[in-house]
């Protein structure tokens, strides 16, 4: 278990140098009070308002950075000349500077940049009648992981802060540049990408929804930033909820792939080189269902796998299940046996539960969860093969001390250091396990599961402690999708269970820290999860169950 606190450490000075430029890059027509709005929204408000009130942004900016408009609609009325590509990257640029003031989101800002790129792709258009390709001027937010050529990639740790800037773009970040996509700043992420919250030397980054909750991790700094309004659209990962677990937080949509459908090499420098016993996938993070979709089409129609040799040859295809013609089949699970979701998790998923079977489209049946507990366990095994000591020397090369919810990561207790022997048994029970599951998946006959993202709504800082409903599934590969009920959590209706018998330890831990006032506000997202490489399908039933929301209390 975690400390239901989050102290404050004393930085290096490098530290605080490495925040302050990120806050002098901000142009002076992006700069806000900060001290008066924070006075007026303390810990705990739901921010958003404050790129609206703080009067630095026009009207049409507003237009513009609404979240009524997704990256689709952006680009259409880029392409139909409503707007141009500076002005939307201007707009979006501001807001994103508002944004990382009051949530601090961010770990680089270069808007000038991303303002020249805007100018030459309308210049482009004007001269030629063409748009360069799907994503012609979109401001498109990107996780500070991901290599992106002339700026230095920390994965925020401290001691690459000195590493010499990317000479190109990594693989994932040439394809959106080349679909006409505008960079403009990258977002914030935990220190060394390994938490379910997003807390580094950048600084902590915040829930705009409710400021004293955290927005998730570890692309907790895109999901905080859209949410805002600071973008139309980021590109984040998942290894063990990353993308899933943030977009639940904060309101939003994603698709966690499977490892061998998004490109992912020359991503960043890795933590654990050659550690493949689990991959994480990149993916989406995004204002709405088709944007997902907008997302996989301009990735996948690029013919990836014939210039990345871990890809399988898979375009977008359409979904079978459009033409089956029968009832969608939905599997239902209600907890994992290890972690009895939070009050509002429960009220959303039974809220969930009984649209559905009241809509003729679908079928559905409880699905029992199989292991999970020792999968949950095995997953933990896998990502620190080496006992965390590959960690643990990086954050002593810089002098980092490691934060709370990083030493528990790396010091559970099923966590110790393998020999190759060891490792290879682990990838055998990894695959043992995974043929399990797919047998029983079948015997249920489900074109999906229905279950919660997380075990609750946005959590308190420093607590978050368990990724049981989401790490599963990374072990597994298979694709998951997180998505917005339209409900959020309420301390009048959600009220804290009385004690009862514990399935876990972590059961015992999320019933205890749940508190209904200091959750206030926050988004409840649920996750649905379909078989391997059949993501088109998952994305058709969620098509489908989207038209039910937002749903009614």
Known sequence: ?????????????????????????????????????????????DVRAVAAECGIMTLRELEITDMANDATTILENIKNKEWTSEEVTLAFGKRACIAHQMTSCLADIFLEEGLARARELDAYYTKTGKIVGPLHGLPFSIKEHYKMKGHVSTVSILARLDSPAEPAHSSLNQLLYDAGAVFYVRTNMPQSGMQLETNSFWGETTNPWNTALTPGGSSGGCTSLLAFGGSPMSLGGDIGGSLRCPASHTGLWTLKCNTQRVPRESQAVPVMPGNDGLIGSNGPLARSLRDVHLFMNVVLGTQPWLREQSLVPLPWRKPT???????????????????????????????????????????????????????????????????????????????????????????????????????????????????????????????????????????????????????????????????????????????????????????????EIYDPALVSNAPLGLQLVGRRFHEENLMYILGEISTLLPLQA
């Open 321 to 511: 299940l459009a033409l089956a013609n029968r009832r969608l089949r939905i599997g239902i699970i209600q907890h994992d046996g290890v972690v009895l979701p939070q009050p509002p998790t429960r009220r959303a998923l039974n809220a969930m539960i009984q649209a559905l079977r009241k809509d003729g489209r679908f079928e559905l049946v409880d699905f029992a969860p199989l292991n999970h507990a020792q999968g949950i366990k095995l997953a933990h095994q896998l990502y620190y093969t080496d006992a965390g000591a590959t960690f643990r020397a990086a954050m002593k090369k810089g002098a980092e001390p490691l934060l709370p919810l990083s030493e528990w990561v790396i010091s559970l207790p099923q966590i110790h250091k393998h020999s190759i022997l060891e490792y290879w048994e682990l990838v055998a029970c990894r695959d043992a396990f995974r043929a399990a599951y797919l047998e029983h998946f079948n015997s249920y006959n489900v074109d999906a599961i229905l279950c919660p993202t997380t075990y609750g709504p946005a959590a308190p800082l420093g607590t978050s402690s368990t990724w049981s409903y989401t790490c599963i599934w990374n072990l597994l590969d298979y694709p998951g999708a997180s998505f917005p009920t339209g409900f959020v959590a309420n301390p009048a209706v959600d009220v804290k269970d009385a004690p009862r018998e514990y399935m876990s330890e972590d059961d015992r831990y999320v019933s």
């Open 1 to 45: 278990m975690v400390a239901a606190i989050s102290p404050e450490f004393i930085w290096p000075d490098l530290a605080y140098e490495a925040r302050a430029k990120v806050l002098a890059s901000i142009p002076e027509y992006a700069r806000i009070d900060v001290d008066y709005w924070k006075a007026k929204y303390p810990k705990g408000s």
